[in-house]
Nanobody
Framework: QVQLVESGGGLVQAGGSLRLSCAAS????????VGWFRQAPGKERESVAA????????IYSESVKGRFTISRDNARNTVYLQMGSLKPEDTAVYYC?????????????????WGRGTQVTVSS
């Protein structure tokens, strides 16, 4: 199993940038595909991005493509989400999740391990 802890959330103005971190406790972090998801109050959870075990492959939700970048440092057991050109619509609790599998996925049910989330608020 792996424990995930998100950090880096906060308040930022529209157009600004923010970097989220997802720190994992496991010793085999490189065996996990990791994704970022978000959920705004009163709305359904939506996918953001995912990254392969090696970090060589990434996928993004259309709503964030070109603005967000997911990356990972397996030596540090950390996955990052660099968010740029932030919009008020990006306001949400952001979660990282991991799956012990090979393939990339933006489907939340495919992920077995979840962090507790970090709040991102983008002001207009």
């Amino acid at each position: 199993q792996v424990q995930l802890v998100e950090s880096g959330g906060g308040l930022v103005q529209a157009g600004g940038s923010l970097r989220l971190s997802c720190a994992a406790s496991g010793r085999t972090f490189g065996a996990y595909v990791v994704g970022w998801f978000r959920q705004a109050p009163g709305k359904e959870r939506e996918s953001v991005a995912a990254i392969s075990r090696s970090g060589s492959n990434t996928i993004y939700s259309e709503s964030v493509k070109g603005r967000f970048t997911i990356s990972r440092d397996n030596a540090r057991n950390t996955v990052y989400l660099q968010m740029g050109s932030l919009k008020p619509e990006d306001t949400a609790v952001y979660y990282c999740a991991a799956r012990d599998a090979f393939g990339l996925s933006l489907s939340g049910p495919n992920y077995a391990y979840w962090g507790r989330g970090t709040q991102v608020t983008v002001s207009s």
